[in-house]
């Protein structure tokens, strides 16, 4: 079973996904980790954000582990589940995932993963390119403002106070990016079901999924 979200940045993917994995007991996959940690890697090497040629090659470097169920993010033998979290890797991200060698290579390893069992995974491209063929399909959406509220706090609880406006502008770039980017822009899949994370509690949203993979499961 395949259980995939997509949605834009601040609309409460990963942690819903990782609370419906702990509870299903699924394998969860953060596809925005693995081209986090690419990120990551490349930002450390300090290679050419234009070299798309280089950028494939270090992704193909770069093997990427999840343990605890995704709560930790293993890049090359090293936990870098707190580095790639950091805002320099929010501001350079872009320029790495809009790079069709680079997407090639991670689709595939995404596809691989999918194939170990029963799976629940997040991104901008699961519901259309990763696993067009997944049972279950979930667009998660929230205003603006809320994504950027939200986003400001998690920056914040980790240490990295940052001016309320410029998490709202950096979102909205953001999301101009993930929809308008030629190569696995950020779209609703026909048979996705959306769901308006805004004025709903995380358990709000867990309870409404978990009755939508119920009644898929139950429906096969
Ligand atoms: O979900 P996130 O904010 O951790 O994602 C980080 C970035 O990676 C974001 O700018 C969108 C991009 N991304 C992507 O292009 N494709 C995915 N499947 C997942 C994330």
Known sequence: MVIAIDGPAGAGKSTIAQIIADKLDLLYINTGAMYRAVTWQAIQEKIDLKDQGALAELTRRCNIIFRDNGKKIILNGVDVSREIRYPEVDKHISDIVKLPKVREIMVERQKQLGRIGNVI????????????????????????????KRRYLQFESKGHPLNQDQVKRET????????????????????????DTTDKDIQQVVDEIIAIIKREVNAC
């Open 121 to 148: 995974t997040e991104g901008r491209d699961v519901t259309t390119i990763v696993f067009p063929d997944a049972d279950v399909k979930i667009y998660l959406d929230a205003s603006l403002e809320e994504r950027a």
């Open 172 to 195: 909205a770039r953001r999301d101009k990016a993930d929809s308008s980017r030629e190569h696995g822009p950020l779209r609703v899949a026909p048979d996705a079901i959306t769901i």
